[in-house]
């Protein structure tokens, strides 16, 4: 049938889609340890059977001896928050905004996507606090009116060091959406911010604080993290624990940050700002997740660890396009092509397999026997790898 994207279709098409037998070939496979060149079989939209060499069935799908990967998966973004507020003061239609970002994610071959939403922010004042229903409310009501093309699920961001934080998480934590919780602490001097320097450029920047303004305000911030940062971590740990919920940290800097985490339950660290870090991290048995823009810029742009030089180590084992969806593709690429120690297994692991996994998605990650089809059809040219379709489970999306 010709192409109509799944949150075109109505039930009854989508569901026949999902019936009828696909056979994707003249495809590299990139399964979780090697590539092959072959065939893959779709039935009631998972897969069936992967087979060497081409079929000569007519209706398989010919994939022109480009790739065939598993759909990425996302534990980080925020690109959700561009669109519920694409500039200063300028608030978008929440579900316009949930299906713009959708339809980006998507053609970035991202498959699965856990919304990164911030309960808190070091502002009382900002978008995030005053459109947290929103952003909830859009992603529910456009996935029960089938406007989605990937699975939407959410990854709640609490900020500790925020007053309002341990009201906010009561009222979000148990909603059907929310899969994962993260713990981050954006006070001026440590993790993130270890240089005040940094944080006076990113935070007057922001809020067009005055010198004093900025003084102020860096105090108030350091004042809330002596208040409330211990009891409210306490409260988010045991929370995720409560609700069967996977755990992340966020910007831990020192061995001692990774020893609380694994104390904690912690199962990723997020964005370590250290090689000290991210290598306790790693060898604690945390997945270590990096920005795919930190990755093809070549660096972070808070001036932090690299991501390529954490790769280098073999201390990365996660990718994530935090603000830039199609970074997520790119930065694994980036690794296979340029880097000796990277195959494209290993580099497509990054992007599906071990995310899926740290958060116990086991359906889905890998092409194999049994798994979802959730499937990308990549075009590969070194340095600029193109998406040419997109499918979860069996349905064409983008």
């Not at 500039?87 to 339809?103: G, L, M, Q, S, Y």
């Not at 690429?333 to 497509?348: K, T, V």
Request: aromatic share 6%; net charge negative.
């Amino acid at each position: 049938m010709p192409f109509v994207p799944v949150a075109l279709m109505s039930p009854s098409t989508e569901l026949e889609v999902k019936m009828a037998e696909q056979i994707f070939t003249n495809a590299k496979i990139v399964l979780g340890d090697e590539v092959v060149s072959g065939t893959i079989a779709i039935n009631k939209g998972h897969i069936t059977d992967i087979s060497e060499g081409n079929s000569s069935v007519p209706q398989a799908l010919d994939m022109g001896g480009d790739y065939v990967m598993p759909g990425l998966v996302e534990l980080h973004t925020d690109n959700l928050e561009k669109h519920m507020t694409p500039r200063p003061k300028t608030e978008w239609p929440p579900i316009a905004a949930a299906v713009a970002h959708d339809n980006q994610v998507a053609s970035a071959g991202i498959t699965t996507v856990f919304d990164a939403i911030a309960i808190g922010d070091v502002h009382d004042g900002s978008e995030r606090i005053r459109r947290l229903n929103d952003s909830i409310n859009s992603l529910t009501e456009a996935k029960e009116k089938n406007l989605l093309r990937a699975d939407h699920l959410v990854h709640l961001r609490c900020e500790v060091s925020y007053r309002g934080m341990r009201e906010a998480l009561d009222t979000m934590s148990g909603h059907k959406l929310v899969k994962m919780l993260s713990i981050m602490d954006h006070t001026p001097g440590q993790r993130q911010f270890v240089s005040l320097d940094a944080y006076y450029t990113y935070y007057q920047g922001k809020y067009g604080l005055t010198d004093d303004q900025m003084r102020s305000f860096i105090e108030e911030r350091k004042e809330d993290q002596r208040q409330y940062s211990i009891p409210h971590r306490r409260y988010v740990v045991g929370t995720a624990k409560e609700l069967n919920l996977a755990l992340a940290s966020h910007d831990d800097a020192t061995s001692e940050h990774v020893a609380e985490a694994v104390e904690d339950g912690i199962t990723v660290a997020e964005f370590p700002t250290t090689m000290e870090a991210a290598k306790a991290s790693h060898e604690a048995g945390l997945g270590v997740m990096m920005g795919g823009p930190n990755l093809v810029r070549g660096g972070s742009h808070s001036g932090n660890i690299a991501a390529g030089d954490l790769a280098k180590e073999g201390y990365l084992d996660i990718i994530s396009s935090d603000y830039v969806p199609h970074s997520l593709l790119h930065g694994a690429m980036l690794l296979f092509d340029d880097l000796d120690d990277y195959d494209l297994p290993r580099a497509i692991r990054l992007v599906s397999k071990t995310p899926a996994e740290r958060v116990g998605l086991t359906d889905r990650g890998e092409i194999a026997i049994g798994k979802r089809a959730d499937l990308i059809h990549v075009h590969h040219s070194p340095h600029h790898p193109v998406v040419r379709g997109v499918w979860r489970e069996g349905i064409r999306v983008s």
